[in-house]
């Protein structure tokens, strides 16, 4: 089965930094690997996504990468802002979503 | 709120009594997905249902566990004889597949069930 590996499992960035989230995979088969951010005692909700068919994805303040030949993808989080500030999960496959152990980002105001 | 829905938002019981949780995903969507999520680490899959059929079951879901979903719409799952290992936030998550469809698997605030 796939097996996702996410780094680091803490960030803490000055507000304003970017924040850099990498993860890894181990089914070339999957084609599918959404971003959640979770806030505590609240659902995941997907903020991004991308497909195997693209390299780059980028939606305002956020952005993910793709490397199909190296198994990893990227997050990406410019100008950060205090509710950036939970915990983000990546994932990989398409129906059966396999997870990272999530990334717990602090933003100091 | 048009989103998945899950009751209860929390459970606790003493081990060795049967629980039962309930899922009502987003409406018109065909899939439906179970997940469970222990302290600090990511969702793991346990099994999902295309309309009514259940198609898949992960090893994680023991014979103790039974999951339904009988007219296609809401789902149920059940843990029988409930063990401390229980413990955890079981996740619901529902998604469309279909012409168009991105099959973008939403998720609902879970049910945390707490085992004594």
């Known amino acids: 089965g796939e097996n996702v590996e996410q780094h680091p499992s803490t960030l803490s960035v000055q507000e304003g930094d970017s924040a850099v989230i990498k993860c890894t995979y181990s089914d070339s088969a999957s084609n599918y690997f959404p971003w959640y951010k979770q806030e505590l005692g609240k659902r995941p909700q997907l903020i991004i996504d991308i497909r195997s068919n693209v390299g780059e994805k980028k939606d305002q303040r956020i952005a993910v990468t793709l490397n199909k030949t190296a198994k990893h993808f990227s997050l990406h989080i410019t100008e950060t802002q205090p509710e950036d500030s939970a915990v983000y999960f990546c994932?990989?496959?398409?129906?059966?979503?396999?997870f990272g152990a999530g990334t717990t980002v602090t933003v100091r105001a | 709120d048009t989103g998945v829905s899950q009751d209860p938002r929390h459970k606790i019981t003493k081990r060795g009594q049967n629980v039962t949780f309930r899922c009502d995903p987003i409406s018109e969507h065909n899939r439906l997905y179970w997940y469970r999520q222990t302290l600090g680490q990511g969702p793991e899959f346990l099994t999902y249902f295309q309309n009514e059929a259940q198609l898949e079951k992960s090893r994680l879901l023991s014979d103790r566990f039974s999951a339904e979903r009988p007219k296609g719409s809401f789902s149920t799952l059940e843990i029988q004889r409930t063990e401390q290992g229980d413990s955890a936030m079981y996740l619901c998550?529902?998604?469309?597949?279909?012409?168009?469809?991105?099959?973008?698997?939403?998720f609902g605030a879970g049910t945390r069930l707490s085992v004594l």
């Open positions: 994932a990989a496959n398409d129906y059966k979503l396999s």
């Open positions: 998550a529902s998604s469309s597949l279909g012409d168009g469809a991105k099959n973008i698997q939403y």
